[in-house]
């Protein structure tokens, strides 16, 4: 058996020898790269292929969870190039987990589906309820299908076209002069 050589000192190890990463250590030259302490064999990590003590991994190679920003010693989630410990991937607004469903990232903030509809969806110049799907775009706002309606009957506004009168959209029906008193109020801007 040949003799093991320490890594950090080139001389021959005589009594006890610490084996670690394919390397051989005298005990008290398993210290660490970082900051030169005796590392406890039992007790170390392996960062390119060096030896670090917990203290200088957890201050300087340890990833960093996206919300809290602690270091992540457990299992984590990635997700859009971040990490998160699994118990702080929710919803900023309610604290919903989001492993398992569609969320949204805005600015680092984490949204499940209802709350970045609540916040960020266009609203509707009726109702002001965020819009989901389909929407009317007209007079420089947005409006869903169904609250796009006739200033002046109430009624859906669905083809067609119309008009608009003191800002609000009117029915062509409602503009037609045979079926509106012709008064200043309800003349329609043609």
Not at 43 to 60: I, K, M, P, R, T
Not at 165 to 184: E, Y
Request: charged fraction near 20%; charge should be positive; hydrophobic fraction near 35%.
């Amino acid at each position: 058996m040949t003799p093991s050589i320490c890594c950090r000192c080139n001389e021959q190890i005589r009594h006890r020898a610490v084996c670690s990463l394919g390397k051989a250590y005298h005990p008290h030259h398993f210290t660490c790269t970082e900051c030169g302490l005796v590392v406890d064999p039992r007790l170390f990590f392996a960062v390119d292929d060096d030896v670090v003590c917990g203290e200088c991994y957890l201050g300087h190679h340890a990833a960093r969870c996206s919300a809290c920003r602690t270091p992540i010693l457990e299992r984590c989630f990635s997700a859009v190039g971040r990490k998160w410990h699994e118990r702080c991937f929710r919803c900023v607004s309610c604290s919903k987990p989001l492993i398992s469903s569609s969320f949204f990232d805005i600015n680092g903030y984490l949204f499940c589906k209802k709350h970045f509809r609540e916040q960020f969806s266009p609203r509707c110049a009726a109702c002001g309820e965020p819009i989901e799907d389909r929407a009317v775009v007209a007079l420089a706002t947005k409006w869903h299908v169904e609250c796009f309606r006739c200033f002046i009957c109430r009624q859906r506004i669905i083809t067609g076209g119309f008009r608009i009168h003191k800002g609000q959209p009117i029915c062509l029906a409602c503009c037609q002069p045979t079926t509106i008193a012709l008064s200043p109020q309800n003349l329609c801007a043609l």
